[in-house]
Nanobody
């Protein structure tokens, strides 16, 4: 079982940058598919970005394409989200998600989230 802890959130002005980290413990993330989600007040949780096990396949929601970059360092057991050109509409709690696929089914794990606020 893997435990996930996000960090790096905070208050930033529009146009600024933040780098989120998702540190895993209890298990290596090599075999996990990893995602960043976000949830703004009053809105549904939204998938922001996806990265496969070795980082060779990436996905971004249209709203963040060209501004955000997801990456992972399996040697450090950590996933990242580099966020540039931030907009007020990026304000949300950002959550780390890990999925282990097995012959017995999928196992999903979540972090507690880190708040990102984009405001002048």
């Amino acid at each position: 079982q893997v435990q996930l802890v996000e960090s790096g959130g905070g208050l930033v002005q529009p146009g600024g940058s933040l780098r989120l980290s998702c540190a895993a413990s209890g298990s290596t993330i090599n075999n996990y598919l990893m995602r960043w989600y976000r949830q703004a007040p009053g809105k549904e949780r939204e998938l922001v970005a996806f990265i496969n096990r070795d980082g060779s396949s990436l996905y971004y929601v249209d709203a963040v394409k060209g501004r955000f970059a997801i990456s992972r360092d399996n040697t450090k057991n950590t996933m990242y989200l580099q966020m540039n050109s931030l907009k007020p509409e990026d304000t949300a709690v950002y959550l780390c998600h890990a999925r282990l696929r097995s012959a017995h089914g999928d196992y999903d794990y979540w972090g507690q989230g880190t708040q990102v606020t984009v405001s002048s």
